[in-house]
């Protein structure tokens, strides 16, 4: 069921692009980070050493990501959520005031 203020439904699309970007980062740094670990630990195909220690530094690198994601996650969606109420309020307060008016003008 959608949100019928129009305070609501900005808010609503405010948390939209939040989560999607907070999705887009996500998938960006779990699909590409651990490549460049990698690189950058210098565990490079065929090093012995670095075969040793992929699988260790690719599963740490893993956890921390996902732990620090989920938390920025929350933070993003947290400031969404604060920015996306004030700047709705902001939005809607005149458009409110200007369907009272009209209501009143309708009705004599």
Same mark, same amino acid.
């Given at each position: 069921?959608?949100? *019928? ?8 699309? !405010? ?7 907070? =999705?887009? =980062? ?10 460049? !670990?990698?690189?950058? @630990? ?14 260790? +530094?690719? +599963?740490? !690198?893993?956890?921390? @990501? *996902? ?7 929350? =933070?993003? =969606?947290? +400031? ?16 409110? *005031?200007?369907? *009272? ?8």
């Amino acid at each position: 069921m959608l949100p *019928r203020s129009l305070r609501a439904r900005l808010l609503a699309a !405010f948390l939209l692009v939040a989560a999607a970007a907070v =999705v887009a =980062v996500g998938v960006a740094v779990l699909l590409i980070g651990p490549r460049y !670990f990698a690189d950058a @630990m210098g565990h490079l195909p065929g090093d012995p050493m670095g075969d040793a220690m992929a699988q260790a +530094t690719e +599963t740490a !690198f893993d956890e921390a @990501m *996902r732990g620090a994601l989920g938390i920025a996650a929350l =933070v993003a =969606v947290l +400031t969404a959520g604060f920015a996306g109420l004030a700047v709705a309020a902001r939005i809607a307060r005149p458009v409110s *005031r200007l369907v *009272r008016a009209a209501d009143l003008v309708a009705h004599g």
